[in-house]
């Protein structure tokens, strides 16, 4: 049995919960005693310069692992993790000379997420893993679809985030909370709830960048994540995407039915209770710990918050006492990758 690495990449300093999703579980390895291999960024394809620099670290991240690697170890991954045609040559590499074992924990699948890149290579890379923590029972029934070995699959249920405790919300009528990319080509139901609900009572607290309003008193600009647990106001987070009030629709919307949305953990840390779409692969996590509502549509939106009864909402709020404490203390993370050592025999 040997050593458990992990790559450490450094991170990008942006507000978004990408950014923050990677160094929690960072954290949360080296908590557990693994040993880290300092990395570069090698995930910046911005421009074509960073494109080159992108290339170039991939490739020394790797000569970094070649330093410190010994026979047997296991190496957690955080995927995806730089460019693919080096990551495959490396792995196969690795596995062949040292036997090497390799476990992904799966942020993203950009050949489902945006078709940045061909399916059949992304199945290709990830068919050399020894163990993949997807994010939930939807994304491994979608990897098996694309013949993946359904015994190497774990599933990871949710996100942590780690950080200290927050408040419970004071009252149920503070408006419903949007935090995430505000750009209409992702978010443009934002600017059509916006129009459709002028005059009433349901208001809306928006935080993130991209927002293309030019005034909007309840947008509350683009914080970093530490920033926004403590600031972030609204009795309830809306979990959409699409441009459409009716469905979860596009490349984005359609994401979430397999997606583990960061912003959800953001806000059951926040203890909002959650709105969610129907046929987003979150909803049963939702309905799982009485956390929140599933909705069909936006344009029921008004109905729903107002049937929201306050022993309802108590009783929500209940439930994100305990889910709180398990997301800020890395509880789902710790899980997921103790069973996929298991799966390898090194637990």
Not at 7 to 23: D, L, M, P, V, Y
Not at 31 to 44: A, F, I, S
Request: glycine residues 6%; contains cysteine.
């Amino acid at each position: 049995m040997g050593r458990i690495l992990f790559f450490s990449e450094t991170q990008k300093k942006e507000n978004n919960g990408g950014t923050k999703a990677r160094e929690d579980i960072d954290h949360i390895l080296k908590e557990k005693g693994y040993l880290p291999v300092e990395c570069r960024m090698c995930r910046d394809f911005t421009s074509p310069k960073n494109v080159i620099d992108s290339l170039i670290s991939i490739r020394l991240n790797w000569r970094r692992l070649s330093r410190v690697v010994q026979n047997d170890d296991t190496l957690i991954i955080q995927y995806p993790f730089g460019d693919y045609k080096t990551n495959l040559k490396q792995v196969k590499k690795f596995k062949n000379k040292k036997n090497l074992k390799v476990v992904a924990l799966i942020h993203d699948l950009p050949s489902i997420q945006d078709n940045s890149i061909e399916s059949s290579e992304e199945i290709e890379l990830l068919k050399l893993m020894d163990v993949i923590i997807c994010h939930n029972e939807k994304m491994k029934e979608k990897l098996i679809e694309l013949k993946l070995d359904q015994d190497k699959l774990v599933c990871l249920e949710i996100f942590d985030y780690l950080c200290e405790n927050v408040e419970k919300r004071q009252s149920k009528n503070d408006g419903i909370t949007v935090a995430g990319n505000l750009s209409s080509v992702k978010a443009q139901y934002i600017y059509k709830l916006i129009e459709e609900l002028k005059g009433k009572d349901l208001k809306f607290n928006l935080y993130g960048p991209n927002f293309e309003l030019d005034s909007y008193e309840l947008y509350h600009g683009s914080l970093s994540p530490e920033k926004l647990i403590k600031e972030i106001k609204g009795s309830y987070g809306l979990i959409w995407d699409g441009d459409s009030l009716e469905e979860c629709n596009g490349v984005f919307g359609r994401y979430q039915t397999i997606n583990n949305p960061h912003r959800v953990s953001m806000n059951l840390v926040a203890k909002m209770p959650i709105l969610i779409w129907k046929n987003a692969a979150l909803s049963d996590f939702v309905r799982k710990y009485n956390v929140g509502v599933v909705i069909d549509s936006l344009l029921d939106l008004e109905d729903t918050i107002s049937n929201i009864s306050d022993e309802k909402y108590e009783e929500m709020q209940k439930n994100l006492e305990v889910l709180s404490e398990k997301l800020r203390t890395g509880y789902f993370t710790n899980k997921a990758i103790d069973s996929a050592l298991e799966k390898l025999g090194e637990k």
